[in-house]
């Protein structure tokens, strides 16, 4: 009996021991299985942008990211099963460059709409996004005591509104910008020191204070968050900071604090930033400048790669406000100076200034929103709350 208790009791172990190895082995099945998941998903979400659009061009620009967030998804499934092979026999690589040489914007407003927010003798609208979904964003200050968010459509109704308490206690202003992070999500900082990620579809804020943040800048101006914008393919949100910290704060989409970016000293007051084909954009308020610089996030500074030519109208001084760039890679900047406003285009890359039109005095932001008619390029201004249309005519 004894020697029988052995032999079941060493096979009892050996049963456990293949238990448990199978039991890892399904959890890292497991686990991979869920990777391959949420990549195909960023793949999905990028691709339904391609499927919603009637319009061959928006196709087209589209092939880019959906390349960039495919090839991780491959890369993966080649590497853990290697005898997998394509089924292609062209790669992208053997594939024409798609090159859109124009984009024209209407030479009249397309339409005037009042954004559909109270206003208040306090109310600034500061921002305004757009994402592949067609949902419209904007955001500021409400009142004395409240920024918020506003989902809106082309006519300027109002879908969903957020009133956001100020910060208690306190002394910064509350001005809110806002950049699509997704289909569904917008990022958002405020001044105040918020950043934070809006739901469109229920209204939900997930929001962080990064005061903090500032703890260790010595400078006696204000220290706060002046603007934002999103690296969508990787799932950043970089945000800009105010006059003379010279530092770019990186995060991810669950708000986890990447890393500061240190910029060059000649960028003093980030007003507006755009992050464009793995180059940031940058308007900066205080040398009435706009730069572009380097984007690595696995560095600690960021270089300076260009100035972008300056506007030469009507012999006035033009400072920057607003950044964005269309589905062709035509970069925007709207520049206010002496209470007058203009627009200008740039080339895919910002070095040759293509454009200078008017626009709206009192016009503080822009975004782009792709429409079944075709590509808009939205204006809004900052006391009045309207929103401006201007046709992107491709050639």
């Not at 903090?212 to 914008?229: G, N, P, R």
């Not at 012999?315 to 950044?323: A, E, F, Q, R, V």
């Amino acid at each position: 009996m004894k020697r029988l208790d052995a032999v079941m009791n060493e096979r009892n172990k050996t049963i456990d021991e293949q238990q448990q190895r199978k039991l890892r082995e399904t959890q890292n099945l497991s686990d991979l299985c869920n990777q391959w998941v949420n990549k195909f998903e960023n793949v999905s979400i990028i691709s339904s942008s391609v499927l919603e659009s009637h319009n061959h061009w928006t196709d087209a620009q589209c092939i880019p990211d959906i390349r960039a967030a495919s090839e991780p998804l491959v890369e993966d499934i080649m590497k853990d099963f290697p005898e997998i092979e394509s089924l292609s026999d062209k790669t992208m690589d053997d594939l024409p460059i798609l090159c859109i040489d124009k984009v024209n914007i209407s030479d009249n407003v397309e339409s005037v709409v009042n954004v559909d927010v109270i206003k208040s003798a306090w109310f600034c609208l500061n921002g305004i996004t757009s994402t592949d979904s067609g949902n419209i964003v904007v955001s500021g200050r409400l009142s004395s005591g409240h920024s918020f968010i506003t989902v809106i459509n082309k006519q300027g109704r109002k879908i969903r509104h957020n009133k956001i308490d100020k910060v208690k206690g306190s002394s910064l202003q509350h001005f809110r910008h806002c950049s699509a992070l997704s289909r569904d999500k917008i990022a958002s900082v405020c001044t105040s020191n918020q950043v934070g990620v809006y739901n469109i579809h229920d209204g939900s804020l997930t929001q962080n204070n990064i005061t903090s943040l500032f703890d260790d800048i010595k400078t006696v101006d204000k220290k706060y968050a002046s603007c934002i914008t999103t690296d969508t393919i990787r799932g950043h949100i970089i945000v800009g900071t105010s006059r003379k910290i010279g530092l770019l704060f990186i995060f991810d989409e669950e708000l986890n604090f990447i890393r500061a970016l240190k910029l060059p000293e000649v960028i003093k007051w980030q007003r507006d930033i755009l992050y464009h084909e793995g180059v940031l954009l940058i308007c900066d308020a205080e040398s009435k400048c706009a730069y572009a610089v380097t984007m690595d996030t696995s560095k600690t500074e960021a270089e300076l790669l260009y100035e972008l030519p300056k506007p030469d109208i009507d012999g006035l001084t033009w400072y920057p406000l607003s950044i964005c760039k269309d589905r062709a890679g035509f970069v925007y900047i709207l520049w206010f100076g002496d209470g007058k406003c203009i627009i200008t285009q740039y080339s895919q890359d910002g070095q040759q200034l293509l454009t200078t039109k008017r626009t709206e005095n009192g016009a503080r932001c822009m975004t782009t929103l792709m429409t079944e008619e075709g590509e808009k390029l939205l204006v809004a201004t900052y006391q009045s709350g309207k929103m401006l249309c201007y046709g992107l005519m491709l050639e």
